[in-house]
């Protein structure tokens, strides 16, 4: 099985609907981190999450939040997803240090009609 | 932004041949590292290399770093049409990963 697991896979969605997606991560570890890809683009960083009770905004966090329900999920939601949203959203983890080797998940392919 | 930028932006090469591909940064770094993201996929890590590294290898990558450039360069020997990917460089923040927006490296059987 994977370690680090994103569901859905593809999601369809209209403008203004709120949406969330999930990542799992059987790694044990304690930082887990949201990113978002555009095409042709490289990664940038949404939210991350140190541990439970340590959340923080990445880059572009503006129209985002998060939940760290335990130390293995984390989500991320759209409160009311609009068009640029459209992207394909990856979840990572690390161990301890988030400057060190980070794990992705499969990610997600969103769009916002 | 403390993004790297990775050059060339495309790269298509034959089967068997040498690929490089380069990452320049802005920032001082703990440490760079190189990932593959094969199309639509997640990213997966491939190399690290500190800060006070030179050069580093893994089977057939080879990794350089140049702190005084801000510059890294990462060598994939032998090509293969699996090779076929895009390659991103990640610079160390405070307490993330940067990344640049990736060289896509296309090995023509």
């Known amino acids: 099985d994977a370690d680090v697991t994103q569901t859905p896979r593809n999601r369809i969605t209209k403008t203004g609907k709120r949406i969330m997606l999930e990542c799992s991560q059987t790694?044990?570890?304690?930082?887990m981190y949201w990113y978002r890809q555009d095409p042709g683009l490289g990664l940038q960083l949404i939210y991350y999450?140190?541990?439970?009770?340590?959340?923080n905004k990445g880059e572009i966090s503006d129209g985002y939040s998060v939940s760290r329900q335990a130390q293995a999920k984390f989500s991320l939601s759209l409160e009311s997803a609009i068009p640029n949203q459209t992207a394909l959203y990856f979840c990572?983890?690390?161990?301890?240090?988030?400057?060190?080797?980070?794990?992705f998940g499969p990610g997600t392919r969103l769009l916002v009609l | 932004s403390q993004q790297g930028e990775e050059d060339p932006q495309a790269l298509s090469i034959q089967e068997g041949e040498n690929a490089t591909m380069n990452c320049s940064y802005k920032?001082?770094?703990?440490?760079l590292q190189w990932y593959r993201q094969n199309s639509g996929r997640g990213l997966v890590h491939l190399i690290l290399?500190?800060?006070?590294?030179r050069e580093k290898h893994s089977g057939r990558l080879r990794v350089t770093l140049d702190t005084s450039k801000k510059s890294s360069s990462l060598l994939i020997t032998a090509s293969r049409a699996a090779d076929t990917a895009s390659y991103f460089c990640?610079?160390?923040?405070?307490?993330?990963?940067?990344f640049g927006t990736g060289t896509r490296l296309t090995v023509i059987p």
């Open positions: 990572a983890t690390s161990d301890r240090d988030g400057r060190e080797t980070q794990y």
């Open positions: 999450s140190f541990d439970v009770k340590d959340i």
């Open positions: 990640a610079t160390s923040g405070a307490n993330n990963l940067f």
């Open positions: 290399i500190r800060s006070n590294e």
């Open positions: 920032t001082s770094i703990n440490n």
């Open positions: 790694k044990g570890h304690d930082r």
